[in-house]
């Protein structure tokens, strides 16, 4: 490919407060020859907000193949682009793969501009561990569907992270709860936006909860859903886990499993598998 060609942004857009729209996605969507969008008519709405006149061009499932072929007859004549979905970050749920690969297998520049996202969003304030995690996107539509897919990952032991319409939440909160068992689930409802909710609690009193909440069940849903509880971690309380785990970042395991047994009367045995399991401080002195 040319030297010549152009560069494609990949650009994240707000999830829902404006505010939350970065000068760096301000002036790239300015300044590029085009914005392929998911859908012109939400799309267009935040350009005119931000005062942005740039050509729009429809990026979505159903013309992906079509579009992607002109996007990249754009970049080859040397024009910058930009791609951005709905709201979030790009290719999250949303259409753009088969763009950057193809762009990627062209040659072409392919930059990101980072902004919001609904699933990290709501993993930094849902209160469930964050060091590991899997998105998993929409669920199926369908009970038999979605509880297949379920338990192809109940034995994950990071959060879980899906997107799910809040017309098929109470089906879907029932089948997490069919499969998974009472594990914490979090429901992240409207992110950034002025009725923003976290829901925290088991799936069953989740589900009796939005059931009784017609309001709750509008707008944008995130669920977070706990990972699968070690044998380890099953033993030892939230309380002497985060000690632990705090305690072996300072100190030897020895002397934090000592320190974590004096302060929680958790039990040495099992806070030593569980600094195991984790990899907490390497061996045992």
Not at 127 to 142: H, V
Not at 181 to 197: N, P, S, Y
Not at 239 to 267: D, N, S
């Amino acid at each position: 490919m040319s030297p010549l060609t152009g560069t494609l942004y990949v650009v994240a857009t707000p999830i829902g407060n404006l505010g939350d729209m970065s000068d760096r996605a301000r002036q790239v969507l300015a300044t590029v020859a085009l914005i392929a969008a998911e859908d012109t008519r939400t799309t267009r709405p935040l350009l005119t907000h931000f005062g942005i006149t740039t050509a729009l061009q429809a990026y979505h499932e159903h013309n992906e193949t079509a579009a992607t072929v002109r996007v990249l007859a754009t970049l080859a004549s040397g024009q910058d682009v930009a791609l951005v979905s709905d709201a979030g970050t790009p290719l999250i749920s949303d259409p753009g793969y088969s763009l950057v690969t193809a762009a990627r297998a062209e040659g072409i520049a392919v930059v990101p501009v980072p902004g919001a996202n609904a699933a990290i969003c709501a993993l930094s304030a849902a209160g469930l561990p964050s060091d590991r995690f899997l998105f998993l996107g929409f669920p199926p539509r369908t009970s038999s569907q979605r509880r297949t897919w379920l338990a192809a990952v109940a034995q994950e032991p990071g959060t879980l992270i899906v997107y799910e319409s809040t017309k098929r939440a109470l089906a879907t909160l029932a089948d997490v709860g069919a499969v998974l068992g009472e594990r914490q689930v979090v429901l992240a409802r409207e992110l950034t936006k002025r009725f923003e909710t976290f829901w925290s609690g088991q799936p069953a009193e989740l589900q009796a909860r939005l059931a009784a909440d017609p309001e709750q069940q509008r707008g944008e849903l995130v669920i977070l859903i706990a990972g699968c509880p070690t044998a380890a971690a099953t033993a030892v309380s939230a309380e002497a886990q985060h000690m632990l785990t705090v305690l072996a970042a300072a100190v030897p395991l020895r002397q934090a499993i000592e320190l974590t047994v004096q302060f929680t009367g958790a039990k040495k045995n099992a806070l030593y598998q569980l600094g195991l399991e984790l990899g907490l401080g390497g061996e045992v002195d």
